[in-house]
């Protein structure tokens, strides 16, 4: 378990609703990687995000599919590839990445609370 933390600092983290509207084969990344390309809405808009979700997912499988997201960190540059937000997910028993998702649709961008 990580350290306490104050529910103020939980606040921070700024956790969004998106849907995914493209994604692609990112073969230049050093571990199996998939592009993603994210609706948050107005004012958020589409950000990229670069996912290791290569096990359980494929690039078609993708498009449409809500997604939980960390929108307030720092872009991160990623060999030729900007990723702009955190796409969430927890590792199965193998230790592969399976996404984090709204049990029902909901708003783009609707905040995580």
């Known amino acids: 378990m990580a350290d306490t933390i104050s529910f103020a600092d939980f606040e921070k983290v700024d956790i969004r609703a998106g849907t995914v509207v493209d994604a692609k ?3 230049e990344a050093r571990k199996p990687a998939i592009r993603l390309w994210v609706d948050f809405g107005a004012p958020i808009g589409v950000k990229t995000s670069s996912a290791q979700i290569t096990a359980h997912y494929a690039c078609d499988r993708l498009i449409g599919r ?8 720092p872009p991160r540059q990623i060999g030729p590839f900007t990723s702009e937000v955190l796409v969430l997910g927890v590792p199965d028993e ?9 049990d029902l649709k909901v708003p783009d961008g609707g905040r995580m609370f």
Not at 66 to 73: D, K, M, P, S
Not at 95 to 101: I, P, S, T, Y
Request: aromatic content about 10%; overall charge positive; cysteine-free.
């Open 66 to 73: 809500q997604v939980l997201a960390v929108v307030n960190f």
């Open 94 to 102: 193998n230790g592969a990445v399976v996404l984090l998702k709204p």
């Open 25 to 27: 084969p990112f073969p």
